[in-house]
């Protein structure tokens, strides 16, 4: 086993192979203040990738409402639940053991002719969801979590008393990937030229490693074609310079794409390392697994911060008051208001941003023009009577 430096945790970690980042790595950040769970994601992923026999069950991007839902079921429970008590230190660095460390197992003694699958099941903490907890990607549905309260009840908290939230997944094409990690035959890599994660199908053995090490659920079994499938990070679109599928069909406008890099190299003119590393207000999902994934979230502001710290980690309270401070126009952070309203305005990855007195504009790795937005939205006054229609108008802006 070999030690990797994992910076969303903010130390060093056991992993199955020496570290080795690509070039450049393929990166996300999910607004979930925005998401509405229309699913036009869920399906424009659906309809280009798997629409074939056997797949049927598979959701390469799902949307899910927490806290009950969940897809496959209760992947976040069972992982969480195995992993034990998980305890973050006051300076940031995780003290309990990711899914890599939480067996104690010696990667070392492992002999050449040992069993692949009895090998690997031993040594990274997973489970394998059964057939049936694939069957229903929408359970939990809009269900709240709270406190009960009386229908004319006045919220002035920041935190609504009752409230859920959904979210987007999609594979996280994670730098210390556990599907990789896990697979016995070495079917699964990552590109060199993007960190997007790959399964060979040629290759795979049907051991089903992967299905059973991703923590997040998103490698999954086709059992008529007898291989596990993934998201590709739509890495034909990624080639052109576009931004996969379901970003691009997000109706919300909650998904920006583009290259995310480690903190102490982060281009700050580049939308995902500047929300992730500048403005920091957008946080891994279940860091304290491990596999340092390269989707980030921008937290609810609606939601318990208890809730919230275990899902994404010490930081999430300070993303919220950074969200909220931005949504309300404070000028210290028109910077990062400017690049939200760039979310799901253009087909081509923006790889630079700057924001002017007007506008945000976007620009593509050559340095074209390929969105602008305005700051403020143009507003119009209508009279309120309409004397050609002789009625009245409720809405007159």
Known sequence: MAEVYNWQIGREMEYPY?????????????????????????????????????????????????????????????ILDR???????????????????????????????????TMHSEGIEGFRPADEDWAQPNLGEDEPAGQEFESDTHIDEDHHPTWFFYLPRVCNHCTFAACA???PVQAIY???????VLLDEDSCQSFQ?????????????????????????????????????????????????????????????????????????????????????????????????????????????????????A?????????LRGVLHLMGSTEWRIEEFEVTDEEAIGYDKDGRTVARVPMEEPQYERDRFDGQHDAYRLDIT
Not at 84 to 108: N, P
Not at 190 to 196: F, L, P, S
Not at 232 to 257: A, D, S, T, W
């Open 18 to 78: 020496p570290e080795a980042r690509p070039e450049r790595q393929w990166g996300a950040v999910f607004d979930l203040n925005k998401c509405i769970a229309c699913q036009t994601c869920s399906l424009s992923c659906k309809t280009t990738w798997t629409n074939n026999e056997g797949q049927e069950h598979m959701f390469w991007n799902n949307v899910e409402t927490k806290p009950y839902g969940s897809y496959p079921l209760q992947w976040d429970v069972e």
């Open 83 to 117: 992993l034990g008590v998980q305890e973050w230190g006051s300076d940031g660095v995780y003290e309990g053991k990711t899914i890599f460390e939480a067996r104690d197992f010696d990667w070392e003694s492992m002999a050449i002719d040992d069993d692949p699958e």
């Open 181 to 183: 990690g896990g697979c």
């Open 190 to 196: 990552k590109r060199q030229e993007d960190g997007i």
């Open 209 to 325: 490693e992967c299905v059973r090490a991703c923590p997040y659920g998103k490698s999954i079994y086709n059992p008529v074609e007898m291989n596990s499938q993934k998201c590709v990070g739509c890495y034909p679109k990624v080639e052109q310079g576009k931004v996969p599928q379901c970003f691009e069909n997000c109706l919300g406008k909650i998904r920006m794409h583009g290259w995310v890099n480690q903190p102490q190299n982060a281009n700050t003119s580049a939308p995902v390392d500047y929300m992730v590393h500048e403005a920091e207000v957008a946080l891994p999902l279940y860091p304290q697994l491990g596999l340092e994934p390269n989707v980030y979230y921008i937290p609810p502001i609606n939601v318990p911060t208890d809730y919230l710290e275990q899902m994404f980690g010490p930081r999430a309270e300070r993303a919220q008051e950074t969200y909220r401070k």
């Open 327 to 335: 949504r309300r126009g404070d000028e210290e952070y028109r910077k």
